[in-house]
Nanobody, 114 residues
């Protein structure tokens, strides 16, 4: 089994920064993708950023240039550095890992508001 635990969400003003972290436990393989999704009220869950084999990254166009995903293979952690946050970034952010199926964390709220 795989468990994912997020931390680091909160309230921030537009233009501010936040860093999300996710600690994974269980059968985690470095060759499998890991990253972040988000879900805003009334919207579908969407990919924010992911990192897969050989540190290949994939970003949602809406966050390119503002967010950076990183992964520590030795510690089984994945982080999301979010800069220049906008009100439309407000959502519940979920840590994600894919192996035999999708695994999700419990989610952490990010609110961008003045």
């Amino acid at each position: 089994q795989v468990q994912l635990v997020e931390s680091g969400g909160g309230l921030v003003q537009p233009g501010g920064s936040l860093r999300l972290s996710c600690a994974a436990s269980g059968r985690i393989y470095s060759t499998n993708a890991m990253g972040w999704y988000r879900q805003a009220p009334g919207k579908q869950r969407e990919l924010v950023a992911s990192m897969s084999w050989r540190e290949t990254t994939n970003y949602n166009d809406a966050v390119k240039g503002r967010f950076t995903v990183s992964r520590d293979i030795a510690k089984n952690t994945v982080s999301l550095e979010m800069n220049n946050l906008k009100p439309e970034d407000t959502a519940v952010y979920y840590c994600w890992y894919y192996s035999d199926r999708h695994y999700w964390g419990q989610g952490t709220q990010v609110t961008v508001s003045s």
